[in-house]
């Protein structure tokens, strides 16, 4: 069974506070994702990363910074949080396949809140 | 552009009632689409993929890309349907990478 974790379920962080995300797969996976999910926004992909220490920019990567040391983790960085980056978190992995898209494997969430 | 949309925020109906979910996007490439599902107070899954063509828990969902659509129908919702449904577009050769639509909420009342 797919384990996908993040380091805390909820997160009240001060404006301006750096602030880490972690993210730890154990099956192998190539992928990793970071998301936020906003109401009526849906899932909006921040950055990911398709092998270690490769990253790559998804659609809103301003305000935040990811590594990738090692294969099984993924950090999101908030370099200096600020009141609009209050949202959940969501971390997932998947498989490289070839020629096609493998199904994506989801954390739990982390519920920041930036005050 | 690559797009999903997904134009109910909240689709309500009655336990035994036909649902639809309406899902179109906007693709220059061959489309692979998903639809992932998140019940209260868990993980976002995947509940099926167009190329797999398979029924999961009654729900089936059909690529039209002459209307760039794919729909999540069931013909008899249950209670237990109740959740967070959000339609995704793969990008090819982008590492795996999904785009996800704005979410529909569907309830169904008892």
Redesign the interface.
């Known amino acids: 069974d797919v384990k996908v974790t993040q380091s805390s379920r909820y997160l009240v962080k001060r404006t301006g506070e750096k602030v880490f995300l972690e993210c730890v797969q154990d099956m192998d996976h190539e ?1 990793m ?1 970071w ?1 936020r999910q906003d109401p ?6 921040i950055y ?3 092998d270690v220490k490769m990253k ?1 920019k ?2 809103i990567p301003e305000g935040y910074s990811v590594s990738r040391e090692k294969k099984e983790r993924f950090s999101l960085i908030l370099e200096s949080a600020s009141t609009n980056q209050t949202s959940m978190y ?1 971390c ?1 992995s ?4 070839s020629g ?10 982390t519920r920041l809140t930036v005050l | 552009a690559q797009r999903v949309t ?1 134009p109910e ?1 909240l689709l309500s109906v009655f336990k035994g009632a036909p649902v639809e979910l309406k899902c179109n996007y906007s693709y220059s490439g061959s489309p ?1 689409l ?1 639809w ?1 599902v998140q019940y209260s107070r868990q ?4 509940l099926l ?1 167009h ?1 797999s063509r398979e029924s999961i828990k009654g729900f089936t969902a059909d690529l039209n890309k002459g209307e760039t659509s794919f729909h999540l129908k069931k013909p008899f919702a249950q209670e237990e349907d109740s959740a967070m449904y ?1 339609c995704a577009l ?1 990008i090819y050769n ?10 529909t909420e569907l309830s169904v009342k008892p």
Do not use: H, V
């Not at chain 1, 096609?100 to 969430?109: A, H, V």
């Not at chain 2, 982008?94 to 979410?103: A, V, Y």
């Open positions: 992928n994702f998301y009526g926004l849906g899932l909006r992909l990911f990363s398709y790559e998804g659609d969501l997932a998947s498989f490289q396949i096609s898209t493998d199904t994506q494997y989801f954390g739990p969430g | 997904q925020k692979e998903f992932y993980r976002l899954q995947l993929r190329i959000y793969a982008q590492g795996g990478k999904l785009i996800f639509g704005q979410g």
